[in-house]
């Protein structure tokens, strides 16, 4: 029996690779002689380079960045052969500061940046970004910047790329960008569609995530409005993704990147399709289950391509599933969850299985995911034999 383990990340309680090896364990303690393949998963959000650098075997090295307010930081990037993989949240992370710390204005992305050059430095030709989760709202103005442009004022008084200094922009010169960047493919990691600008823009939607309060948001699309006007390219800012990070898709839609759902380029990337090939069951998972779940997030992406694998096994309850089936497993299930049942899911499986804490569901998840696993696949081989 081939199994496929291709959870998501268990948030503060196990990466993506852990939950993989913990479905795998329990799967052999059910059935010893089952084929067990292990893909770590992830959409575009956290967890996104560490999936991919572990089921790439990436070497993964760590190095001093500019963080969200200039101080040093240290963030991680992963190797796998030209192929570099990060998160921007690991430079610029909403997480770095606390609340009161939080300054919007006077935060930029150069941390972004400069993870970009060492990736060129390290001969990167497939750039692999996770875009999500930074505290910025600069338009990528500090990555580029980083990368070798140059911003002036009105009186050709060269600018720091935080908004507060932006609002004086008045030329962007992106002549001396990295000449490496023209041979290297960067492919983001973007789930939303937001442009740019306006009421659906970076700064009206995240800004006040961020810190902003109405005053900052009205500034913050004034300034980059003007960045798009000067640089020449207030059509990009329409794209969707442009709002992205603070408004960093639009940076990297201005280096040649594209963007793409996040779950689809993780799953091409860790060859989920080819694991999924003679797969008698799925099993996935993360920590949290409900109606939204299939709404762009990493289990959509495993539905999708388990529909797709064929199929065709004994199954019990719920609907027949039209491909592979999946059993998933979480920390909680939540409103609507039964809705997954329509789309190929055969089991949904909660992996605490007594009254505990959250401190202690978080810090036994792995034995617990196991322990699950094993109680499921019985059932599921039972059910089988029926």
Known sequence: MKIVCCPDSFKESMTAARAAAALAAGARRAIPDAQCVEVPMADGG?????????????????????????????????????????????????????????????????????????ALDEGATEILVGLGGSATNDGGAGMLAALGARFYDDAATELGTTPAEMVRLARADFSGLDSRLAGVTIRVACDVDNPLLGERGAS????????????????????????????GKMDVQETPGAGAAGGLGFAFLLLGASLESGVDLVMETVGLAEAMAGADLVLTGEGAMD???????????????????????????????TGVPIIAFAGKLGEGVEDLYEHGFVGLVPIVDRPCTLDEALAEGAANLENAAERALRLYVAGQRA
């Open 204 to 231: 009206a939607i995240y800004g006040p995530q961020k810190g902003a309060s109405p005053e900052d948001v009205e500034f913050l699309d004034r300034v980059l409005r003007n960045f798009a006007t000067v640089a």
């Open 291 to 321: 109606r939204q779940t299939l709404m762009g997030k990493t289990l959509s992406g495993v539905a999708r391509l388990a529909a797709a694998a064929g199929g065709g096994g004994k199954h019990t309850g719920g609907a027949k599933p």
């Open 46 to 118: 956290e967890g996104f380079a560490r999936a991919i650098a572990d089921a790439l075997g990436a070497r993964v090295i760590t190095l001093p960045v500019a963080g969200v307010r200039g101080a040093t930081v240290t963030a991680e990037l992963a190797l796998a052969g030209e192929r570099a993989i990060f998160e921007s949240a690991a430079a610029v992370g909403l997480d770095q500061l606390r609340p009161e710390e939080r300054d919007i204005r006077r935060s930029d992305s150069t941390g972004v940046g400069q993870l970009i050059a060492r």
